[in-house]
């Protein structure tokens, strides 16, 4: 089965844990959001990976690649923008922000 042909339980398990470098890049294009993220936190990403995430579009995404020993560019960030969502450590696969008790009302 392709990553086109997953769910996106499936990609995000496989972003958490996967080892496999050519898993690990197809997963970095992910169309969605918390795959890429769970993929930042991923300590098998090699630094071409982690250098990428670190430049997404998508806060949460960029700040937990910055994260990354892995991620060898630096960069930083406007602490005003690291909301407590931004910097959440909740494991993408058990990720409920409907229903969190630290989300900040918009």
């Given amino acids: 089965m392709s990553i086109n042909e997953k769910s996106v339980n499936q990609l995000l398990h496989l972003a958490s844990v996967s080892d496999d470098i050519k898993t690990l890049r197809e ?3 992910s169309e969605h959001m918390n795959v890429r993220r ?3 936190k991923n300590k098998n990403i ?3 990976i982690g250098n990428k995430l670190l430049f997404d579009p998508v806060l949460n995404v960029s700040y937990m690649a910055s994260l990354n020993p892995n991620t060898t560019i630096k960069r930083e960030f ?3 923008l690291l909301t407590a969502c ?3 450590k909740i494991d ?3 990720l409920d922000c409907l229903h969190c008790p630290f989300k900040e009302s918009i």
């Fill in 86 to 88: 931004v910097k959440c």
């Fill in 38 to 40: 769970a993929l930042a």
């Fill in 78 to 80: 406007e602490e005003r």
């Fill in 46 to 48: 090699d630094k071409a």
């Fill in 27 to 29: 997963l970095a294009n």
């Fill in 92 to 94: 993408e696969r058990k």
